[in-house]
């Protein structure tokens, strides 16, 4: 195995096989994509637990094991592999085979816990949430399992900040496009529009983070609160300006903003087209902001 790996060094230099023919990476990355470990494995002289062993430690990635029971259709596209190949520690994989060790990259502490938020995002579009967890992560990214650790605490950690990312990138935009309207209108208008394209391109993600119920629970106060700290600029227009009554107010952004969110999980989860989501939402919600300015006590 040590002859296997003597010139892994660059990505694209040739490896020596168990019986002396020189491979490359790409040649052991194009094997586990084309049939089962067990059966590619015997390629390369190895049981199916060393060559998958030897993957992760050469960041080559590898299919799921629940890949070659999906149909053909639903597989997707393989995921690319990174020309920075990620150093294998001399350990063993498995049978005896043994990897040399190599410098690994080190990332400044920032850029890694970037990296892992990345690469989770990746394993839940690809494969699931339930499929993020630190192990896979740090397979994934090319790090042990302990370096993981010294960015989160555990899996929920990671969920949580991932979460929070997610969430914090959508509110940013859609605040940095809001400020372009020129009346309170055109602001809505512009709001529910940016709103509903972020749906388009990081709802899905969002949504399937906020199904998790230990998510959903641990955010529960934190996103009540940033929802409170929105919605206040809105209610002291409609109470100072309108004359509306705080409570009246309060309901009224709550049920519109209700409109919002509904349009925007529906383009998400690919219920409903966007050019329709924004149609249908954008009546409504403008219909109701009009009805606000409009307000007069009886």
């Known amino acids: 195995m040590g002859d296997l790996l003597e010139r892994v060094g660059q990505p694209r230099?040739?490896?020596?096989?168990?019986?002396?023919?020189?491979?490359?990476?790409?040649?052991?990355?194009?094997?586990?994509w084309s049939r089962p470990l067990?059966?590619?494995?015997?390629?390369?002289?190895?049981?199916?637990n060393g060559l998958a062993k030897l993957c992760d430690r050469l960041g080559i990635p590898r299919p799921s094991r629940s890949y070659w029971a999906t149909p053909i259709a639903q597989r997707g596209a393989r995921p690319?592999?990174?020309?920075?190949?990620?150093?294998?520690?001399?350990?063993s994989v498995g049978d005896g085979e043994t990897l040399r060790?190599?410098?690994?990259?080190?990332?400044?502490?920032?850029?890694?816990?970037?990296?892992?938020?990345?690469?989770?995002?990746?394993i839940?579009?690809?494969?699931?949430?339930?499929?993020?967890?630190?192990?896979?992560?740090?397979?994934?990214?090319?790090?042990?399992e302990a370096q993981a650790h010294n960015c989160f605490q555990g899996r929920l950690d990671l969920l949580l900040s991932l979460t929070r990312r997610e969430l914090s990138i959508l509110e940013e935009r859609r605040r940095s496009r809001v400020v372009r309207g020129?009346?309170?209108?055109?602001?809505?208008v512009i709001?529910?529009?940016?709103?509903?394209?972020?749906?388009?391109?990081?709802?899905?993600?969002?949504?399937?983070?906020?199904?998790?119920?230990?998510?959903?629970?641990?955010?529960?106060?934190?996103?009540?609160s940033a929802t409170a700290r929105a919605r206040e600029p809105i209610l002291q227009v409609l109470s100072g300006k309108f004359a509306m009554k705080r409570a009246v107010a309060n309901g009224s952004t709550a049920a519109l903003a209700a409109v919002s969110l509904r349009a925007g999980g529906l383009v998400a989860s690919?219920?409903?087209?966007?050019?329709?989501?924004?149609?249908?939402s954008l009546a409504i919600i403008l219909a109701g902001a009009r009805s606000n300015e409009a307000w007069e006590e009886g």
Do not use: C, W
């Open 13 to 32: 230099d040739p490896m020596t096989h168990a019986d002396g023919e020189e491979i490359s990476r790409e040649a052991v990355y194009d094997a586990v």
């Open 191 to 224: 709001s529910t529009v940016s709103y509903l394209h972020e749906a388009v391109e990081r709802g899905p993600l969002l949504q399937m983070l906020l199904r998790n119920s230990d998510v959903r629970e641990a955010l529960r106060a934190e996103r009540a």
């Open 80 to 91: 690319p592999m990174d020309a920075q190949q990620t150093a294998p520690d001399e350990n």
């Open 124 to 144: 839940a579009v690809r494969d699931g949430v339930q499929k993020v967890t630190l192990k896979a992560v740090a397979r994934e990214a090319g790090i042990s």
């Open 38 to 48: 067990a059966m590619a494995s015997k390629e390369f002289g190895l049981s199916a």
């Open 270 to 280: 690919g219920r409903t087209d966007l050019a329709v989501a924004e149609r249908i």
């Open 182 to 188: 020129d009346d309170r209108i055109a602001r809505i």
């Open 101 to 122: 060790p190599r410098r690994r990259t080190r990332l400044a502490p920032a850029d890694r816990h970037d990296q892992l938020l990345d690469t989770a995002a990746a």
